[in-house]
C-alpha cells in the first residue's frame, strides 16, 4: 500500500486531520492514567491478610462496666459457644481493616523510649485465649502464646499489658532484623520490653498504610487476661453460616448485657467497609474511560464519514481507473492507522508526562512502562473499529460516480 | 437579522439529526461530568459560617520538643493543643470570646424503656463555644463560665437527641444518662452542622460527624470521659498519657477577634506567650512558630478535600476537553460541507463577519442544548455521588448559581469550539466553490 497519497489527501486537511490527533493524544494520556489508577486500587482493595477472612464475624460489645471485664467476658464467650454452628470464641482489641488503630513506636536498643526518633510505629493487637485459633494466624516460627502468659498479662490503667512477649508479622520481622532471626530478639519502649516468641504470616494493621503495602502489615500481638479492651467478639463458623451467626451472637450478648451495645458485622464487611470509597472511585473511573472511548469513537466516524462524502467523486474516479474495493477499504484503514499512530506516540508522551505531575502532587506511584503500549494498542483498535463503518460506504461508492457531474 | 440566523442554524441542525444528537450529546457529558465534580468540589470548600467565619481564628502553638518525630500517616501533633496551653489562654482572655473543645463518643443510656443504649457524638467545650460560634437555641440556654469552674454535670442536647429521649415531652431539667453518669438537661440547640466541621480535630470526618451533646470540658476531664481524635505525647513517664498533662495535645482551641487590629494583637499575645514558656523551658522552638489561623486559611491548612475529589475533577476537565476537540471536528466537517451554500450567500452579498454570526448561533444552539442535557447528566452525577460511602457524599447538592454556570459552562465551551470551524468556512472561496459545483 502507497502512503504517499494519504500523506498528500492529509495535508490537505491539515486541520481536521490535527484535530483527530489531538483527540487520540488526550484520549490515550487520560486513559493510561485512569486505568492506572483503577489498577493501583484494586491493588489495594484485594490486599492479602492472613487470617481466616472467610470464615470470620465479629460482634463488638460497647458499654460494659470495666470493672467486671473479668467475669463478663468468660461469661459472654461461653454463650456464644453454644450458639449453634459456631466454631471458635474468642476476643480481641481490634481487627485489621477496622479503623481502630492502636499505635506504639518501639526500639531495639534496651534504652529506647516512644518518641525517639529512630523507632518504628507498630499497631498493637491485644489476644484472649483462644483469640489467635479464632482469627486463623498462621504460624511460621516459634509458638503461640500459652495458658499462664494470658494468665499473668494485665494491663491494669496503663498504656501496654504487663506481659513481656509478642507475636510479630513476618514483613516486620523482616524490616526490623533483615539479617537475622527474629525469635528471640526483643522490642523496647521504656519501660515496656517485649520478646519475640512467635512469627506470624502478615496481617493487615486496622489501618492499612496509603504509602507502602511493607508498612501496612507492622502488626504486633500481645497476650491479655480479661480486660475491659477486648471488646471484639470474634466468631468462626463455615461462610454460609455467618449472617445467622451474627444475628444471634448479636442478640445473646445483647441479652446478657442490657446496659451495652452489640454491634455484629461478618468480616467481609468490615473489609467492605475499609474499601467502599476506594471501589466507588475505581467504579467511576471505568464509567468515564468507556465514555471517554465512546465520545472518541463517534468523533472518528463523524469525521471519516464527513471525508468519505467530501471525496466521493474523487473515490468514483479511483474505482473507475481500477482500484478494487479492497483498495478503497485500506486506503481509509491506512489513514486512520497513521493518524490513531500518530495521536499514541502524542499521547503516550502526554500519559508519561502526567503521570509525573500527578506523582509529585498526588502521592501517585509511577506508571509501570506496559500501560502506554496497551494502552496504544487499545486506541489503535478502537480507530480501526471506528472507521470500518465509513470505509465500508466509502468502498460501496459506484464507479459510475466518476462520470456524473454533482 | 438574530431570529433568521437561529432559523437558519435550526434548520440546519435538523437537516443532519444525527450528528447534531452526536454534537449535543459530547457536549453533554463532559459539561455532567465537570459539572458533577465542581460541584462537589464547591460545596467542600464552602465556608462553614457564612457571615461569622471571618472573625474566627484558631492559635497554633508548638510545644513539641525538638527531636520530636512525627508518625508517618497521623497529622501533626502541633495542630492540637495541651490542656495547660488551653488554660492558659482562656485565662489570659485577650480574645472577644474564647473555647477550648474536644469530640467525644458516649453511651446513651435512654430512660425510656423502649429504646436500646446507643452512641452519640458530641463535643466537651467551655461556656463561650455557643456564644462565638452563633449557635440557636430552641429552648434553654448554655451553661456559663461559673459552671466550667464547678465541673457541673450539666448538657446541652442538639435538637434531634433531645426528641429521641423525650418525644414531644420537656427534658429541660431532666436528667440523661451519658457513659456512666447522669447530667443535667440546661438547653437545646437546633440542628447546627456546620459543613465541613471546621472546629473538629484534624482526625475526624469533617463532612458526616455531627455533634449530638455539648457539656462543660471541665466535667469530661473530671470524670476522663472518653474522647475522640488524635491524641499525641511526648512524655518521658507514664503521665505521658495523662489529659490534663503538659505533655500531650488533644485539645482544639478556637477565638473570636472582631477586626484586623485585634488580630494583630492577639497573633503577637501568642508570640509572647510561647517567648515565656521558652524562657521557662517548657517550649523549645523559636516563639515566632506561633500561628495565628483565620477560619478559611485553616481549613486550607488542614487540606480536607480528598485527593481523589482534585483527580476525579482534573479527570472529568480532561474529558471535557476530549469532547471539545470532538465537537471542534465534527463542526468543522459539517460547516465545510457547506461550503456551496456559504458560496452563494456570499455571492449574493453576505459579509464574512455575517457568515461567521450565523455559523457563531448555530454552535451557540448546539451548546444551549448540549448545557439543558449537561444539567441532567450532571443530576444524575451527583445523585451517584450522594449514594457513594464518601462522608462528603450527602453534601452533593446544586445550588441556583451552580445550576446558572452549568448552562454557562456550556454554551461557552461549543461557542469556543464553534469559532475554529466558523473561522474557516467564512474563509471559503466563493467563486472557486461555484464554479467547482
Not at chain 1, 499521547?347 to 508519561?352: E, K, R, W
Not at chain 2, 476522663?224 to 505525647?233: P, V, W
Not at chain 2, 448555530?362 to 441532567?376: H, K, N, R, W, Y
Not at chain 2, 462528603?392 to 475554529?420: E, H, K, N, R
Request: charged share 15%; net charge positive; proline share 5%.
Amino acid at each position: 500500500m502507497e502512503i504517499r497519497p494519504i500523506f498528500a489527501s492529509l495535508r490537505k486537511h491539515r486541520i481536521p486531520a490535527i484535530l483527530i490527533v489531538l483527540e487520540i493524544a488526550l484520549a490515550c494520556a487520560v486513559l493510561c492514567n485512569a486505568v492506572f489508577m483503577i489498577g493501583k486500587r484494586i491493588g489495594d482493595i484485594q490486599i492479602p491478610n492472613a487470617i481466616d477472612e472467610r470464615g470470620l464475624s465479629v460482634v463488638v460489645l460497647n458499654g460494659t462496666d470495666p470493672k467486671l471485664a473479668a467475669s463478663d467476658i468468660p461469661r459472654n464467650i461461653a454463650a456464644l459457644r453454644t450458639i449453634a454452628g459456631v466454631q471458635s470464641v474468642g476476643v480481641t482489641s481490634t481487627l485489621p481493616l477496622s479503623r481502630n488503630n492502636w499505635g506504639w513506636s518501639f526500639g531495639l536498643k534496651s534504652d529506647s523510649a516512644m518518641t525517639d526518633k529512630n523507632t518504628f510505629n507498630v499497631s498493637l493487637y491485644f489476644l484472649g485465649v483462644g483469640a489467635d485459633q479464632t482469627l486463623g494466624l498462621q504460624l511460621k516460627q516459634g509458638r503461640f502464646f500459652n495458658a499462664d502468659e494470658y494468665a499473668d498479662s494485665t494491663l491494669g490503667g496503663s498504656a501496654l499489658p504487663s506481659a513481656h512477649v509478642v507475636l510479630v508479622t513476618e514483613s516486620l520481622a523482616h524490616q526490623l532484623w533483615p539479617d537475622k532471626a527474629a525469635l528471640g530478639q526483643s522490642i523496647y519502649s521504656k519501660p515496656y520490653y517485649y520478646t519475640v516468641v512467635g512469627v506470624v504470616a502478615d496481617v493487615v494493621r486496622p489501618q492499612a498504610s496509603i504509602h507502602s503495602t511493607q508498612r501496612s502489615y507492622a502488626s504486633t500481638f500481645y497476650p491479655l487476661q480479661p480486660d475491659a479492651t477486648l471488646g471484639y467478639y470474634l466468631l468462626r463458623s463455615a461462610p454460609h453460616d455467618r449472617a445467622r451467626i451474627v444475628r444471634a451472637a448479636e442478640q445473646k450478648l445483647g441479652e446478657i448485657n442490657p446496659a451495652a451495645v452489640a454491634k455484629g458485622k461478618t468480616f467481609d464487611d468490615i473489609r467492605g467497609q475499609y474499601f467502599a470509597d476506594m471501589s466507588s472511585m475505581a467504579w467511576m473511573l471505568v464509567l468515564v474511560c468507556v465514555v471517554m472511548l465512546a465520545v472518541t469513537a463517534f468523533g472518528i466516524v463523524g469525521l471519516t464519514s464527513f471525508w468519505v462524502a467530501q471525496r466521493r467523486r474523487q473515490i468514483g474516479i479511483r474505482r473507475a481507473v481500477g482500484a478494487s474495493r479492497g483498495d478503497i477499504l485500506s486506503y481509509f484503514r491506512t489513514e486512520n492507522f497513521l493518524l490513531t499512530g500518530m495521536g499514541v506516540v502524542l499521547g503516550m508522551a502526554l500519559a508519561f508526562g502526567i503521570n509525573i505531575y500527578l506523582m509529585h502532587h498526588y502521592e501517585m506511584d509511577r506508571m509501570p512502562w506496559y500501560y502506554l503500549p496497551a494502552s496504544a494498542v487499545a486506541l489503535w483498535l478502537l480507530g480501526q473499529l471506528a472507521v470500518l463503518g465509513p470505509a465500508l460506504r466509502a468502498a460501496a461508492v459506484p464507479p459510475v460516480v466518476a462520470t456524473r457531474s454533482v | 437579522m438574530f431570529a433568521y440566523y437561529l432559523d437558519l442554524a435550526w434548520h440546519s441542525l435538523r437537516r443532519n439529526p444525527i450528528l447534531t444528537a452526536l454534537m449535543v450529546l459530547a457536549i453533554g457529558l463532559g459539561i455532567g461530568a465537570s459539572m458533577t465534580m465542581i460541584t462537589v468540589l464547591h460545596v467542600l470548600t464552602d465556608d462553614p459560617l457564612p457571615g461569622r467565619s471571618s472573625q474566627l481564628f484558631t492559635p497554633h502553638l508548638d510545644p513539641l520538643p525538638l527531636n520530636y518525630k512525627q508518625g508517618g500517616d497521623s497529622p501533626d501533633a502541633a495542630d492540637n493543643v495541651t490542656w495547660p496551653d488551653a488554660m492558659a489562654l482562656l485565662k489570659a482572655h485577650r480574645a472577644e470570646r474564647q473555647a477550648a473543645m474536644a469530640g467525644g463518643t458516649l453511651l446513651v443510656r435512654p430512660a425510656r424503656a423502649d429504646l436500646r443504649p446507643f452512641n452519640v457524638d458530641g463535643r466537651y467545650a467551655t461556656a463561650d463555644f455557643f456564644a462565638m460560634f452563633g449557635m440557636p437555641f430552641e429552648h434553654g440556654q448554655s451553661w456559663s463560665a461559673a459552671d466550667d469552674a464547678a465541673r457541673a454535670h450539666v448538657v446541652v442536647l442538639s435538637d434531634t437527641l433531645y426528641r429521641k429521649l423525650f418525644g414531644n415531652g420537656s427534658g429541660i431539667g431532666q436528667d440523661v444518662r451519658l457513659g456512666e453518669h447522669d447530667f443535667r438537661v440546661i438547653g437545646v440547640t437546633a440542628d447546627w452542622q456546620p459543613k465541613p466541621m471546621f472546629y473538629a480535630d484534624p482526625g475526624a470526618q469533617h463532612y458526616s460527624d455531627v455533634d449530638q451533646f455539648f457539656l462543660p470540658l471541665s466535667a469530661a476531664v473530671d470524670l476522663k470521659l472518653s474522647t475522640n481524635g488524635n491524641q499525641s505525647g511526648w512524655g518521658k513517664n507514664d503521665d505521658s498519657t495523662s489529659l490534663t498533662g503538659a505533655t500531650m495535645t488533644w485539645l482544639q482551641f478556637w477565638v473570636q477577634l472582631n477586626s484586623p487590629a485585634q488580630a494583630q494583637a492577639y497573633r503577637q499575645f501568642l508570640v509572647d506567650y510561647s517567648a515565656q514558656q521558652k524562657a521557662q523551658g517548657r517550649f523549645e522552638r523559636p516563639s515566632t512558630d506561633a500561628k495565628l489561623y483565620s477560619l478559611m486559611g485553616w481549613l486550607k491548612h488542614e487540606n480536607l478535600v480528598p485527593n481523589d475529589v482534585r483527580l476525579q475533577l482534573w479527570l472529568a476537565l480532561g474529558f471535557l476537553f476530549v469532547c471539545m476537540v470532538n465537537i471542534v471536528a465534527l463542526l468543522l466537517a459539517k460547516f465545510l460541507r457547506r461550503s456551496s451554500e456559504i458560496s452563494v450567500r456570499r455571492a449574493l452579498g453576505a459579509r464574512r463577519r455575517d457568515i461567521f454570526l450565523q455559523l457563531g448561533i448555530e454552535s451557540a444552539l448546539i451548546g444551549v442544548a448540549g448545557g439543558v442535557l449537561g444539567l441532567v447528566i450532571a443530576q444524575i452525577g451527583l445523585w451517584s455521588v450522594r449514594h457513594r460511602p464518601d462522608d462528603y457524599a450527602q453534601l452533593a447538592q446544586m445550588d441556583m448559581p451552580m445550576l446558572l454556570g452549568t448552562l454557562a459552562l456550556a454554551i461557552i465551551a461549543s461557542v469556543v469550539a464553534g469559532l475554529l470551524p466558523a473561522w474557516r468556512a467564512c474563509r471559503v472561496q466563493p467563486a472557486l466553490q461555484l464554479k467547482t459545483s
